[in-house]
């Protein structure tokens, strides 16, 4: 009679990937230290192990806009913010700006994303918006920022192509029409650089909430975002992005109840943006007529929304 043996059934676990020669498209409990591991990245700033610090900022300047340069930010403690969020000036001529060389230009920034790495917890994010200049030759400031951030010692987390589609103003800068000769290329769109302080996980604070929807987080983590461009005579400033920018950003990388920085608040969309979420703000702007009309548009947000939150606008 034949007997037939029984073995245990062993129980499957679930299948990692690794890095392969031709990519790994379908990404679970994925395994990348061989391609982290290359001579590709030698050089390149690496994450820490650190402990998560966090130091309380004073009430008395949580929600604030400060009339003062952010190239020292005297009122954050280290390891304090959780976000940074901002446009920096260009340097174009607008009536904010100052008439620096390139390098100069640069250095200036640098100060001040120096105080921004300064003032973040360890994961805390750095999130720039910035267009690139020029034609003749083209000025590619986003290259020239990730590189000074990387000096710094930020981590590079991606790039966001924010296309501005259908509502960026019409030009007629074709060049040469039609012709081979000089066509010069019209940008449409402008980007956002995210960084992160010195390890690319956020400790989750015990009873912080994440206030991102499914669809939210669906649509945020990709890498190219569709939404109109904000009017600046609408909103009484030179170069104000949308709401919608920050309020993304917010979303994505912080918990409810934490503190935004914006180290070139302008016309306050930053503020606003957090406020719509449940989070703090903390804005810098050397322009007092800057400084009032964000201190007006938050003001303002504020009672369209009764949002019963108290706001300190001296």
């Not at 402008?190 to 991102?212: G, M």
Request: charged share 25%; hydrophobic share 35%; aromatic share 12%.
């Amino acid at each position: 009679m034949e007997r037939r043996l029984k073995f245990p059934t062993a129980k499957r676990k679930s299948a990692g990937t690794t890095t392969s020669a031709f990519g790994s498209p379908g990404r679970i409990n994925h395994d990348s230290s061989k391609f982290y591991g290359s001579r590709l990245y030698e050089g390149l700033p690496r994450e820490e192990q650190t402990e998560y610090m966090e130091n309380p900022v004073s009430t008395d300047c949580l929600n604030r806009v400060f009339c003062r340069s952010s190239e020292s930010m005297e009122e954050l403690p280290e390891n304090s913010v959780h976000l940074m969020v901002t446009s920096p000036p260009y340097n174009v001529g607008k009536e904010y700006d100052q008439d620096l060389t390139l390098n100069e230009y640069r250095e200036f920034l640098k100060r001040v994303w120096k105080e921004v790495y300064r003032v973040l917890v360890p994961g805390g994010r750095a999130c720039v918006n910035l267009a690139n200049l020029g034609r003749k030759p083209y000025l590619p400031l986003h290259i020239f920022l990730i590189k000074d951030m990387i000096d710094l010692g930020f981590l590079m987390r991606g790039e966001i192509i924010w296309n501005k589609g259908t509502s960026v103003s019409p030009s007629t800068a074709w060049g040469t029409w039609q012709s081979a000769k000089n066509p010069i290329l019209r940008d449409i769109h402008e980007y956002i650089l995210v960084f992160s302080k010195k390890t690319f996980t956020r400790k989750a604070p015990k009873n912080r909430k994440n206030t991102i929807s499914k669809e939210e987080f669906l649509e945020f983590t990709k890498s190219i975002w569709t939404f109109p461009a904000e009017s600046a005579t609408k909103i009484g400033h030179p170069a104000p992005f949308p709401v919608e920018l920050p309020y993304r950003l917010i979303q994505l990388y912080t918990f409810a109840d934490e503190i935004v920085l914006d180290p070139f608040m302008g016309s306050g969309q930053t503020a606003i943006a957090a406020l719509k979420s449940g989070r703090h703000f903390v804005g810098y702007d050397i322009n007092q007529d800057y400084v009032r009309l964000a201190e007006r548009r938050i003001k303002q947000y504020m009672d369209d929304k009764s949002t019963p939150r108290l706001l300190d606008l001296r």
